[in-house]
Each structure stands twice: as structure tokens, then as C-alpha cells.
């Protein structure tokens, strides 16, 4: 059974950085995606950045520039470097992970860390 446990969440005044971590634990198969989603109250979850396991991101447009999302597979952590940080993006950010071991596709999701950013 794998599980993601997320870190790094805290108040932060806007302009400043913060460094998520997400470290999974049990069986990972070499074909995954890891990933951060957040949710900001009344709204849904929305995709921020995501890696594969061979290091190709992606990124939301509004983190663009702002965000960088690394992994380092043999610690099976995934980070999430957030600069310039504005009120905006305040949620719950959670780590999710996407695994193949064909045919079957397996889902995870951690339990969030919440990052608020004053202004």
C-alpha cells in the first residue's frame, strides 16, 4: 500500500517562498506521475504542477514562472518550490501520485498541508 504524507505548509507573507515535499512510501512502479493539486475554500481542486517519472513537468499557467516541481526517485519524494507567492494561492495543496503496472493504473492521494499567504 503506498502512501504520501505532504510537508512544508505554513503562513507565508506574500512575496515569499515555501518548499513543499510529498515522500511516498511502499511500492512505486517505474511508470508514474507525481503531482500537486490544491483546493482554495468553496473551490475545486485544480491541478498545479506535475512531474513523470522521467522529469518532464507541467504547470499550471498561474504558478508559471513562480513554481518549480522536482523529484528525486530513489528518495521517492516529489518538492514544490513556490516563489513570489500571492494571496491567491492559498488552499490546501495535496500530493497525488499516478502509477502504471500494465493494466492497471493505481491513484493516490495525500492528506494536504495548508499554505496561506497574507497580504
Known amino acids: 500500500q503506498v502512501q504520501l504524507v505532504e510537508s512544508g505548509g505554513a503562513l507565508v507573507q506574500a512575496g515569499g517562498s515555501l518548499t513543499l515535499s510529498c515522500a511516498a512510501s511502499?511500492?512505486?512502479?517505474?511508470?508514474?506521475?507525481m503531482g500537486w493539486y490544491r483546493q482554495a475554500p468553496g473551490k475545486q481542486r485544480e491541478l498545479v504542477a506535475t512531474i513523470s517519472s522521467g522529469g518532464m513537468t507541467n504547470y499550471a499557467d498561474s504558478v508559471k514562472g513562480r513554481f518549480t516541481m522536482s523529484r528525486d526517485n530513489a528518495k521517492k519524494t516529489a518538492s514544490l518550490q513556490m516563489n513570489s507567492l500571492k494571496p491567491e494561492d492559498t488552499a490546501v495543496y495535496y500530493c497525488?501520485?499516478?502509477?502504471?503496472?500494465?493494466?492497471?493504473?493505481?491513484?493516490?492521494w495525500g492528506q494536504g498541508t495548508q499554505v496561506t499567504v497574507s497580504s
Open positions: 511502499g511500492t512505486i512502479f517505474s511508470i508514474n506521475t
Open positions: 497525488r501520485l499516478v502509477m502504471v503496472n500494465p493494466p492497471t493504473r493505481y491513484e493516490y
